[in-house]
């Protein structure tokens, strides 16, 4: 299964991404930032 995670690049965001990176390393990750 493939996934994409979304995150608005918060520090919250990053710590997501960093524990996702780690049971899955290959997942694509989208930042996306609002004004």
């Given at each position: ?18 524990e996702?990176r ?12 609002m004004?």
């Open positions: 299964m493939q996934c994409v995670i979304a995150t608005n690049g918060t520090d919250d965001g990053e710590d997501f991404v960093r996702c780690k049971m899955q390393p290959s997942v694509p990750i989208i930042v996306y930032c004004n």
